[in-house]
């Protein structure tokens, strides 16, 4: 369905996207996910056309996005990373006004309530754009995107700045949309992708890290074996219990932060089950254990996890010729902005 | 191209910008037909069309300083670049819609003529040419301004520097340098002849006079409606461009 082949974009002498190829199939929900300045935002840019690329080739179900930009365009909505709202329209006004730019065959009136029954926002229909919450801002945005029912969605950072049960309202939405239709969707939050993905794709500095599907990638995570507890006891006697242990790679204290407790971050050997034998520890050692739970890996955990030990991505895809991978050491220094400014 | 026409159209009374345009306007054109033409009691309205041009210089910049400016400042420009429409088709809805807000503006001081038939004969002919004339020159500062929008994304310095550009064509017919005598016999002289030349061409109101006077001639028509065309295209190719930075 979309079709990405050494896209390269570069912005003076800052490569921005470097040497990227991938595809997404029909019905799939990709997650495209990176830190901010990663290059996400400028990928998205040159698949909807709004950007073009110094080189390489983006086709929408088969046609060119610069040679036959009308029919590609029409196969695509787009929520760019700021949604793209008149703020002197209402909702209503404002959808409409999308409907004729896109050149809806249906009905108008009937499509938007289908669309804004679909994002709920039934409610604000008649309220001014610039009156609404960030949140509602938000839906319009998707709502926008949604018009024509277009093949493909690409929706740049759905989620950002969104409370907590909105972001969840938002990721259900875009499952259900995924049932239909392609998504590509960015984030920098794993778990977001993880959520709705059934594939990922991982890009730094502009580069393809990994690409893999979500299982798979949170397979490999769970492969670290990283645990973080509490015990209740002296630091001494807990760290020999715990030390005591095969199979435990390293033990580290973090300290007091409740009285009478210490705090431990303990790594096993890869592929070594610990956690019974960490209870029996501490159990047989009397050093009751208040919390134990496995550490989350952060997005630059991962990036160091994949970027280091490439069996990760031995699985990566299926449509790229082995040399187009790279793996690129992560600096862990942040990117500056987006480049898609200038 | 009708659905961005519509929007935008109705955008300048959404906000203040069309009415503050149409006032601006009303003003001074009451002003000037009540000066000129009341005052001095003549049914010819040459001078009457002279100050309204002038009038043109202050207000198309307030028509014309948003539309790309403030797309882009406000990121809305991702919106119709990335919907099945062509650039030219974006860039002519919005040329439409101020040409229509300053048609409305235009017709709208027709009433004066109405006013000069029942105290005097009019000819309506001379008055309908000058109309035209009027007309075409609004639409070719139109151009220009949606040109200067599209180069920036700062309202303020869209409307200053439409401003400058459209005060200059204006004013430049009366750069009566002479420069052709002035560098005659030097060696400089065929840059005389050249600047005198480039001078005329630019002076819009050397164009205008004939439309004022009632007469229509193709050259000046030509003049206006090519002139516009191109700062179109030229709207259409910086939009175009930018992509490729």
Redesign the interface.
């Known amino acids: 369905m979309v079709e990405i082949k050494n896209l390269t974009k570069r912005y003076g002498s800052k490569l921005a996207v470097d040497n990227i190829s991938f595809t997404v199939r029909k019905g799939e929900i990709l997650g495209f996910l990176g830190p901010n300045g990663a290059g996400k935002s400028t990928t998205m840019n040159i698949l909807t056309g709004y950007l073009s690329c110094t080189s390489g080739e983006v086709k929408i179900d088969g046609y060119d996005i610069l040679d036959n930009p009308i029919e590609a365009k029409k196969r695509i909505g787009y929520l760019p990373e700021h949604p793209p709202l008149y703020m002197d329209m209402t909702v209503r006004e404002y959808l409409s006004f999308v409907c004729e730019l896109k050149g809806v065959t249906e009905d108008h009136n009937e499509h938007m309530a289908k669309i804004m029954d679909t994002v709920k926002l039934t409610d604000v229909a008649d309220r001014l754009i610039s009156n609404l919450s960030k949140g509602y801002k938000q839906r319009v945005g998707l709502a926008q995107a949604m018009v024509g029912n277009p093949e493909v969605l690409i929706l740049d950072e759905p989620t950002v700045g969104l409370d907590p049960k909105q972001i969840i309202e938002i990721r259900d939405v875009i499952k259900k949309l995924g049932k239909e239709h392609t998504v590509i969707l960015s984030s920098h939050i794993l778990q977001e992708v993880n959520a709705v993905c059934e594939r990922v794709i991982i890009i730094n500095n502009g580069r393809l890290v990994a690409s893999d599907t979500a299982e798979n990638l949170g397979k490999s995570l769970s492969n670290e074996n990283k645990f973080q507890l509490r015990i209740l006891g002296d630091e001494r006697s807990a760290l020999d219990a715990l030390e005591s242990i095969p199979g435990i790679k390293y033990v580290k204290s973090l300290g007091r932060k409740e009285a009478g407790t210490i705090d431990f971050v303990v790594e096993s050997e890869p592929n070594v089950d610990v956690r019974a034998a960490i209870f029996m520890s501490l159990a047989e050692h009397n050093l009751p254990m208040l919390s134990f739970y496995a550490m989350d890996l952060s997005l630059e955990d991962i990036f160091l996890e994949v970027t280091q030990n490439p069996a990760i991505v031995d699985s990566v895809y299926d449509n790229v010729a082995e040399d187009e991978v790279e793996f690129v050491n992560v600096e862990e220094k942040p990117e500056e902005e987006e480049g898609d400014e200038a | 191209m ?3 026409f ?2 935008e159209f109705k ?1 300048y009374f ?2 203040p910008i069309g009415y503050v345009f149409l006032a601006a306007f009303f003003f001074y054109a009451s002003l000037m037909f009540v000066f000129i033409n009341l005052g001095s009691m003549t049914t010819l309205m040459k001078y009457f069309f002279q100050n309204i041009s002038m009038v043109f210089v202050f207000v198309i910049p307030i028509l014309t300083m948003r539309t790309f400016a403030e797309e882009r400042k ?13 650039v030219t088709s974006i860039v002519l809805g919005k040329f439409f819609a101020a040409t229509a807000v300053l048609g409305i503006a235009v017709l709208s001081t027709m009433f004066y003529v109405l006013v000069l038939n029942s105290y005097g004969s009019p000819v309506f002919s001379e008055i309908f040419v000058g109309y035209l004339g009027l007309f075409l020159m609004g639409v070719f500062f139109v151009s220009i301004g949606l040109f200067i929008s599209s180069l920036t994304q700062s309202q303020v310095i869209s409307a200053v520097a439409t401003l400058a550009i459209i005060f200059f064509l204006w004013f430049s017919s009366n750069l009566a340098f002479n420069f052709t005598q002035m560098m005659s016999g030097t060696m400089m002289s065929w840059l005389g002849v050249a600047l005198d030349w480039l001078i005329d061409f630019l002076a819009i109101n050397n164009r205008f006079a004939d439309f004022t006077l009632g007469i229509l001639n193709f050259v000046p028509v030509f003049y206006f409606v090519s002139l516009t065309a191109l700062f179109l295209l030229l709207t259409v190719s910086v939009i175009e461009k930018r ?3």
């Not at chain 2, 406000?74 to 062509?86: E, G, I, N, R, Y």
């Open positions: 009708k659905a961005i519509r929007r955008s959404n906000s406000s990121k809305t420009d991702q919106l119709l670049l990335t919907a099945p429409v062509k992509r490729w930075k």
